[in-house]
């Protein structure tokens, strides 16, 4: 394999392209992985320290447990890159939570899937360092894009794990700011006596097509309904808290942050909604 572009996935060495990774992969799926890419310069892996012990704390901050240490980590990607004989090399270093059926909730025992990639460097890369270079500047939107339903779900299953070590079924996201978004995979109404509150769908939540259908049949009910920001103090001060999604459709949350929602139990409005709701599937 000498001077081959080569991948080590999950124990073996291969050429680059006969390495395939599961349609059921955490990374593919959700983004729900971690990376380090590293040069070497005449053979020698630059900075190679700094880079596992960065992936060693990017694994820990998102509780991935790595299959070695950092040590041992080392060692494989020093490894790996030999076998390539590249002397001038790029190296790419992912480790995917690993594949099982898609679920937000990870299972604790999942292996993780390791791939380690060895290429030449690209052209561009072979510029005059010197040639200078021209820039725009924009918005900082990362984690600010909450309306693309994108499979960047790092957060959202992070959420969904702190709430199962929490004992409970729902996370419920709150800003610095103390307003309320949306919950880890569905959209969050409360009910104020006799109206109906959910944010406003713009780009802090993904405007649910669930949360569609409910403000319709709120409005089919003569329910008023609001779509304005509110606060946790609400939330949690609210006769009513339900989620929606396509999945589980409409369901009342009854305890947030140990706290008691109403009178505890599902309220009127949350099962004529999710009556409506259920024909309205029915009847299509
Ligand atoms: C973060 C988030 N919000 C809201 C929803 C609800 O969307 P929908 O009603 O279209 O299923 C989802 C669904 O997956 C979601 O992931």
Redesign the pocket.
Same mark, same amino acid.
């Given at each position: 394999m000498s001077l081959a572009e080569l991948a080590y996935l999950n124990g073996e060495l291969t050429e680059l392209h006969s390495a395939m990774v599961s349609i059921d992969d955490r990374a593919f799926l959700f983004g729900d992985g971690i990376y380090e890419v590293v040069r070497s310069y005449d053979r020698r892996l630059f900075g190679l320290d700094g880079h596992i012990d960065r992936l060693v704390r990017s694994a820990a901050a998102i509780e991935l447990k790595l299959p070695v240490d950092a040590v041992g980590f080392k060692e494989l990607v020093r490894t790996v890159y030999k076998k390539s004989e590249i002397t001038d090399a790029l190296v790419y270093i992912q480790v995917s939570r690993g594949a099982e059926p898609r679920n937000h909730l990870f299972s604790l025992d999942l292996k993780p899937a390791v791939l380690i990639t060895v290429r030449h460097l690209p052209d561009y890369l072979f510029s005059d360092h010197m040639d200078p270079l021209t820039a725009i500047t924009v918005p900082d939107g990362r984690w600010d894009m909450?309306h693309i339903?994108s499979t960047s779900l790092l957060a /959202?299953i992070l959420a969904k794990h702190k709430a199962r070590e929490a004992g409970v079924d729902e996370a419920i996201f709150v800003r610095r700011n103390g307003l309320v978004t949306? +919950?880890? +995979?569905? /959209?969050v109404f409360i009910v104020q006596e006799e109206t109906v509150l959910t944010h406003p769908a713009d780009n802090r &939540?993904?405007g649910? &097509?669930?949360?569609g259908f409910v403000l319709d049949l709120c409005a089919k009910q003569d329910l008023r309904t609001v779509e304005r920001e509110f606060s946790r103090d609400e939330l949690l001060s609210a006769g009513e808290v339900f989620v929606? /999604?396509?999945?589980y459709e409409i369901r009342p949350v009854v305890r947030v942050d140990g706290q008691q929602i109403g009178d505890g139990q599902p309220g009127r409005v949350t099962g004529m909604l999710l009556q409506a709701y259920r024909a309205l599937t029915a009847d299509q």
């Open positions: 909450c339903k /959202n949306e +919950a880890y +995979a569905s /959209n &939540i993904l649910g &097509i669930t949360r929606t /999604n396509s999945v």
